[in-house]
């Protein structure tokens, strides 16, 4: 168990829809990152959040955007959802703002849009 | 257009020999580098790192090789046990330039029997 929380685990949807995935870092990480692993893709990295600011953004698509609240969890919402959209969708945390501290992910939220 | 290659989708290995998994980088900016291993149903979990001033680095039964010159990183497990089955990532960033570490599309290792 790396820490990190992931809700819903399984999200099934339609064409067109918007829906918000929650993560909550583990206890005292600072930074949240976000992640989309397709079927042939390894892991994009979509965007960063440190303290409640954006850090880094990755292939991120303007249909997306996320946030880190004052309690540090962070929500990522998709919106007019696609088909090429299902994905694992991973968020990361950890405690400083420089890579080189190791990234713990949570289990991924699985998006199915039908 | 991919920065980090894993070129094999899957690799067997027996039981007992030795594991490698290579891995190409493109951007010769990249000065850290990381494999993180993945089973099914669960998210990635950090295996081991190198930073570019070092051309090897030990954990155990894992050692990253890095060869700077030829962009070439490698993950060698010794010997290879049956929890070793899984999926590996190879992953590496600027750390001058920001946090994002770019993943490859990971290696399916098969520890057989």
């Known amino acids: 168990d790396s820490g990190v929380t992931q809700t819903p685990k399984h999200l099934i949807t339609a064409t067109g829809q918007r829906v918000t995935l929650r993560c909550s870092p583990r206890?005292?990480?600072?930074?949240v990152y976000w992640y989309q692993q397709s079927l042939d893709q390894g892991l994009q990295f979509l965007i960063q959040?440190?303290?409640?600011?954006?850090?880094a953004k990755g292939n991120i698509l303007e249909r997306f955007s996320a946030q880190q609240f004052p309690d540090l969890h962070s929500e990522l919402n998709l919106s007019s959802l696609e088909l090429g959209d299902s994905a694992l969708y991973f968020c990361?945390?950890?405690?400083?703002?420089?890579?080189?501290?190791?990234?713990?992910f949570g289990p991924g939220t699985r998006l199915t849009v039908l | 257009d991919q920065q980090v290659k894993q070129n094999s989708p899957s690799l067997s290995v027996q039981e007992g020999r030795i594991s490698i998994l290579n891995c190409d980088y493109t951007?010769?900016?990249?000065?850290?580098f990381l494999w993180y291993k993945k089973y099914p149903a669960e998210g990635p979990t950090f295996l081991i790192s190198?930073?570019?001033?070092?051309d090897k680095n030990e954990d155990g039964r894992f050692t990253v090789f890095l060869n700077k010159s030829a962009k070439h990183l490698s993950l060698h497990i010794v010997p290879s046990q049956p929890g070793d089955s899984a999926v590996y990532f190879c992953?590496?960033?600027?750390?001058?330039?920001?946090?994002?570490?770019?993943f490859g599309k990971g290696t399916r290792l098969h520890i057989l029997p």
């Open positions: 992953a590496a960033s600027d750390m001058n330039r920001d946090d994002k570490i770019i």
């Open positions: 959040y440190y303290n409640g600011e954006e850090r």
């Open positions: 951007n010769s900016m990249f000065d850290y």
């Open positions: 190198i930073s570019s001033i070092k």
């Open positions: 206890s005292g990480d600072l930074s």
């Open positions: 990361a945390s950890n405690s400083l703002a420089g890579s080189s501290d190791t990234q713990y």
